[in-house]
Structures are given as C-alpha cells and as structure tokens.
C-alpha cells in the first residue's frame, strides 16, 4: 500500500476510525508531518483539531537517548532507569528541561496564534501522525495525553512496522494502522510525496479547523464538566478515597463498583464515567476497600461487604450539598456489578437504575428478586460463559430489565468501538430511568 501524500493518508485513516465518529473525540497531530494526516481525520470525524507537542529530553552526552519527555501544562514523564544508568544529575536534567520547555512554548504560541490547548479530561483523545518507525516519539506523545487527563487513547498512523503493537506497549488502549508491512526501513518509502511540511502548513491545518468549529449534529449534547473533586468517603468505620464530578445542573449521580483487580483509577470506568458527564450526569468513582483491606484477596470476592461499602457510599454522597436531591445509580463492572445488584435490592434502597459491565449478577445469588430498580446487563458477544451467566441472572429479576450484547465484544470490550458502544447504551439508559429522588419516592 502507498500513499499519494500525508493528505490522502489521512483519509484512508479515518475510514478506519469511522467508529468512532460522534464519541465526542478529540485529535491530536503530532507536529509537524502528522498534522496534515490528522486535518483529515478530524475532518472525516467532525472532531477538534489540535496539536500535540511533545520534546524529548535527550541525556546531554547522548542527545539522541531519550531520559524522558514534556508536554503543555507542566506535563513531563521521566525515565528513572535511563536517568540512574546514564548518571544524570537534577542540575543537568533541570538544564535539558528548562531549553526545551522554551521552544514547546515557542511552538505552541506559533501553532496556535494565541488559541488555548484541547482539554483533553475525560475525553477520548485520537493521537495521530504521518507514521511509526522507532515507536518512542508515539509512546511519549501517548503519555502526555494519559497525563493531561485523557480518559482513553487511540493511536492512529498510516504505515508502522509489522511488531508497532509490541513496540508500543500499554501506552495507547487502542492502536489502528491500515499498513503494517514486513519489509519496512523509513516511513517516507511508502509515500509518493514525503517532502517535509513546514510551520506554515501547521498553522494553516490548525487555522482551518478553528474557521469552522465541530457540527453539533456530529457530537452527542456537551456539558461543562468540572474537575474531579477529590473526596473521602465515610463508608461505616472505613474511610475509601474516591473522585466526584457533578456537572451543573445534573439530572442524576452514578456511582461506579469496580470489578476485582480494579480501582477508581480503572481506565475504563473512566472512560464510561466521562461520557456520563457529558451528558450531564454526575459520577462518584471510589476504591470499594481500603488498601489494607485489598491485601486479604477474600474481600475482593467478599459481594455482601462490598454491597454495604456501596451502600454506605451512597448514604454519604446524598449528604454532599451538590448530590443533594438528585437521583443515584449504579454502575457495576465485573464483580462489582453483583455489589451493584446486591445494594439496589436492599429495602429503602431508592436507586433509579442499575447497569452492568461485563458483570456477575449471578453472584447476587438469591437477592436479584428483591431488585427494584431498572436493570441494564450489558455483555459483549464473544463473552460466552458471563453471557450464560448473566441469562440467567436476567430470568430471576422481577424490574425492568434488558440484556443487551455488545457484538464481538470480549470480557474486557477492548475491541474497537466496544467500550464506545457501552458508552451509549449506559448513558442512555441512566438518562431515560433517573429522576429526582422525591419525584421517584412519589
């Protein structure tokens, strides 16, 4: 396969991300052959365009090793082994650091004419560029845009070796590449025209995407959504950290239990919790046992503490003045979904809806009848043994109540547009059951 130039690269690209078209994206081109391919899909996606500025920090000897990488906004990620073996001092790392802060600074201000950086918060953000040969260049862009808050990453490229998936670790949650040839030397080898883009053609590409800002036919309703509010949640004699984000003017609080292994941190409840947010509907992600209490691997399974862990949860989040009078759901992933069920079944319990990730409502056992509250299952296709599981579950619920599956979809929905698609399916089945709570109670 080869490419006319970076501009019909771009295009036959985003035929490959069609997927994602309307999950609220944002793009990324990495300056300055990657913009130019990343014009073209934000274009075809009708996302924002921006550009991602990434200097490597090159040790002084040896410039050409990279010991870490900045971004904007102070972002910096280092490598502790290259920095220990190559005996760099704090000075010297300062040094390198302070020059390159200096010319990002400089380029952004060229690149963008005064315009702010994307907030990338929450968002799923598309990084793309013309090519990967090396991987390391990807890699840190990749990093920076997780360390500005990026909730899920896509990396995009036209042509990359055959093993870029090796080369390119856990950096990104999703990798697409239409080209992945055996024979590969230089990226430029499969391009009719690779001639260098320039400054001006940065800034013309950025330029044109500002003139015409993203149709809101191609993106789903747009909430200011403010920064996550670091909380401590009293849960009985246990005090669990957690993050609550609630939007102005949030018609409903979810609530998210992680599955075993996971944590608030988890990327894909984040990546669930800032579509919800959105919408327009507050999240609470919070680790369900402490750290001591992880250490005893029975709690993780343990479904009726957990249940209690949420349920006290709750009880403080309705005691938080911006939650107050709004209608809470639970969102449960894995193992965490059967502490979901569990909870929503106690008596008073007053939860507007339930869904499920992947979970194990069978877990719930005996409790699913006492369940009131509207319940989604969700469940990817492939995932045969938790799909039986959770038929099952769904026979001996009484409330509402829909089993939807994800197609092709395994256990973790890694697959492309899989955690998308879960995306919608929650935050239109919250949208649809949640209420105020007083009208609920009526």
């Not at 800032?274 to 399974?301: H, K, P, Q, S, W």
């Not at 709750?314 to 969102?331: D, N, S």
């Not at 929650?426 to 609920?440: E, I, K, L, Q, S």
Request: with cysteine; net charge negative.
């Amino acid at each position: 396969m080869f490419y006319l130039d970076r501009r019909d690269a771009g295009r036959r690209l985003a035929a490959r991300l069609a997927h994602l078209k309307g999950a609220g994206v944002v793009v990324l081109g990495l300056p300055r052959g990657g913009v130019p391919v990343a014009a073209e899909v934000a274009g075809a996606l009708g996302a924002p365009l921006d550009v991602c500025l990434v200097r490597k920090l090159g040790v002084p000897f040896q410039p050409e090793l990279g010991m870490g990488a900045i971004g904007e906004g102070g972002v910096r990620v280092i490598n502790d082994d290259v920095v220990r073996m190559g005996r760099v001092t704090a000075e010297e790392l300062a040094r390198v650091e302070a020059h390159e802060r200096e010319v990002l600074q400089s380029r952004a201000r060229h690149y963008r004419g005064g315009r702010e950086p994307a907030d990338l918060r929450g968002r799923t953000v598309v990084v793309v560029d013309d090519g990967v040969a090396t991987g390391s260049t990807a890699r840190a862009a990749c990093q920076i845009a997780r360390a500005r808050g990026a909730a899920r990453i896509v990396l995009a490229v036209p042509v990359a070796p055959h093993d870029w998936t090796a080369r390119l670790g856990d950096d990104a949650d999703e990798l697409v590449c239409p080209y992945t040839p055996r024979s590969f030397f230089a990226i430029g080898e499969f391009y009719a025209d690779f001639s260098q883009t320039d400054d001006d053609e940065v800034v013309a590409c950025l330029e044109e995407a500002a003139a015409h800002p993203v149709s809101t036919r191609h993106t789903e309703p747009h909430h200011v959504v403010p920064e996550d509010r670091e909380a401590d949640v009293q849960a009985g004699g246990a005090v669990l950290r957690g993050q609550l984000t609630v939007p102005d003017g949030a018609s409903g609080v979810v609530l998210f239990a992680h599955g075993s292994g996971s944590s608030r941190h988890s990327p894909r409840n984040r990546f669930v919790a800032a579509g919800l947010n959105r919408a327009g509907l507050g999240t609470l992600l919070f680790d369900l046992l402490t750290e001591r209490e992880e250490i005893n691997r029975a709690n993780v399974f343990d479904t009726g503490l957990l249940a209690q862990r949420l349920a006290d949860a709750t009880g403080w989040l309705r005691r938080q003045p911006e939650c107050e009078g709004l209608a809470v759901g639970y969102f449960g992933a894995s193992t965490g979904a059967a502490a979901a069920l569990w909870a929503a079944g106690e008596p008073g319990a007053r939860i507007a809806a339930v869904v499920s990730r992947g979970g194990r409502p069978d877990l719930a056992g005996p409790r699913l009848p006492a369940v009131a509250a509207p319940t989604l299952l969700i469940v990817g296709g492939h995932d045969e043994l938790v799909l039986d599981l959770n038929r099952d579950a769904q026979s001996r619920l009484h409330c509402e109540n829909r089993l939807a599956v994800v197609p092709g979809a395994t256990h973790l929905f890694e697959e492309p547009g899989a955690l998308e698609k879960v995306t919608e399916l929650a935050r239109d089945w919250f949208a649809d059951h949640m209420v105020p709570v007083t009208h609920a109670a009526s």
